[in-house]
């Protein structure tokens, strides 16, 4: 029989205000609408004067303001106040059970929980239990050590996915627990839509959770052994700092080479949201391409080589869009030539994620044509939109296919970068339960 610890999973102690707003308390991720400072501001508006998660996080907006020291200090003294001034009820060893409903009228469950960061690691190729799912980009990390070094509270916008056809750990925990009364029930602000949460406590529930934790390492378990029970859906570079400053905090108290003190220890753990892959309120949204001063003849003509491909135009961009969107391997191109709009179909024979083929392929293309640019976009009709201009080729990109995810990662690693998204923006995770770091 296999214990949380074996399987890199920790109850937590929860945090949450005595007096739960919901709306006032709850902020989106902190990564998000990093464009756009009116958001931001709106945020502050609805959470002025009240306790907020806002006041306790960085909004990667202004990450690269001249007053971040001073903002980062602020956050310090806020989460002292938080904790010393009453604002938290008594810790909470449990589980939360989530169900959110976006904007969308999309119903999105998650299980929130502690994850031991000496079973995760982002680096390629890793045969950890917890993996990245993009590539890590190294330089990102220490600014936001600055931010979790010495942080008394953390608050996780971290989604880790399990891939779980059976719908047995996180719906199937939510059936049990939700007959029980909600621990928070509330709008979230900037009209993001609902959010709901149950503690999971009961000891039955809690070894409901470890068994089927054991059910997924088996089902996870490749034949050279390692199991891939999480990958991470977002948050990718917030858990590769939280396991950069354990790392660090490790190095600077020799006495937690002893594994019982080191067990015992806060920042060797993250807080997280896990999702299962196969959610029917997760959605898993292509990241396109457009590429800017190439030959567009040229470029479709190498993909396809590159990819073992053929090419075929095609009447529409309905047509196009219509023929992408029910593949998991044909790319469409949109351009212009001699003044009239192109729709050129690449089909191929990708059994991988068709993303994880592509952006190599591009990548080399662009370091033999170094004029050529690229930019990622999201949504069909803006790569429809930038390929009706001179000078652009627009690339539409298939669905992610949710049932070779784990085993593209496992087999290739980390996906490139901007791969896909979980869902819009303002369906990400909003900061709510809370723990104790240092």
């Known amino acids: 029989m296999k214990t949380f610890e074996e399987m890199g999973v920790k109850i937590p102690e929860i945090l949450l205000p005595k ?17 756009d400072r009116d958001y931001w501001k709106k945020v502050e ?45 008594d810790a909470q060893s449990e589980f939360v059970y989530i169900e959110r409903k976006t904007a969308y009228n999309r119903i999105r469950h998650g299980l929130v929980c502690a994850i031991d960061l000496e079973t995760y690691e982002w680096k390629p ?8 799912t993009e590539a890590t980009i190294v330089e990102r990390i220490p600014p936001r050590m600055e931010i979790r070094k010495g942080a008394q509270l953390e608050l996780p916008h971290i989604m ?79 858990l590769a700092t939280a396991k950069a400053v354990w790392d660090e905090y490790k190095k600077e108290h020799p006495e937690l080479s002893d594994e ?3 067990k015992a220890c806060n920042v060797r753990y993250a807080l997280v949201e896990i999702v299962n892959i196969y959610d029917t309120g997760l959605t898993f949204e292509p990241i396109h391409r ?44 949109v351009y212009k030539k001699d003044g ?12 991988d994620l068709a993303v994880s083929q592509l952006q190599p392929a591009l990548d080399s293309y662009l370091k033999e044509n170094t004029k050529g640019e690229i930019d990622y976009i999201h949504g069909a009709q803006e790569v429809f939109r930038l390929g009706a201009q001179d000078n652009a080729t627009g690339i539409l990109l298939p669905p992610v296919a949710k049932d070779s995810f784990f085993a593209t990662i496992n087999g290739r690693g980390p996906l490139p970068r901007k791969s896909f998204s979980m869902g819009e923006a303002d369906e990400k995770r909003f900061y709510l339960e809370c723990r104790k770091l240092f």
């Not at 190729?125 to 990245?132: D, E």
């Not at 949460?197 to 934790?213: C, F, H, P």
Request: glycine share 6%; with cysteine.
């Open 260 to 262: 019982k003190l080191s």
């Open 340 to 351: 009239k709009q192109i729709f050129a179909l690449l089909s191929t024979k990708i059994t």
């Open 125 to 132: 190729f890793s045969k950890a239990l917890i993996r990245a």
């Open 19 to 35: 007096n739960l707003d919901v709306k006032t308390w709850s902020v989106v991720a902190c990564d998000q609408y990093t464009q």
């Open 160 to 238: 880790l996915l399990v891939n779980d056809p059976k719908h047995s750990l996180v719906e199937g925990t939510g059936e049990r627990v939700v007959k029980n009364a909600p621990i928070y029930d509330g709008e979230l602000m900037c009209n993001s839509g609902s959010i709901k949460g149950w503690a999971v406590k009961e000891n039955s529930d809690i070894e409901y959770v470890r068994q089927t934790l054991e059910n997924l390492c088996k089902d996870n378990t490749a034949e050279d052994g390692s199991t891939f029970l999480f990958a991470v859906g977002d948050g990718n570079h917030s």
């Open 290 to 333: 457009v590429l800017f001063n190439l030959d567009s003849s040229d470029l479709i003509e190498k993909m396809a080589d590159a990819l073992g491909g053929t090419v075929k135009n095609l009447a529409s961009g309905e047509e196009l869009e219509k023929a992408v969107h029910n593949s998991v391997a044909d790319f469409g191109f």
């Open 45 to 89: 508006e609805t959470a002025k004067g009240k306790p907020s998660t806002l006041n306790i996080i960085l909004p990667e907006v202004y990450l690269n303001d001249s007053d971040k020291a001073a903002r980062i200090a602020k956050i310090r003294t806020t989460m002292n106040e938080y904790l010393e001034k009453g604002v938290f009820a």
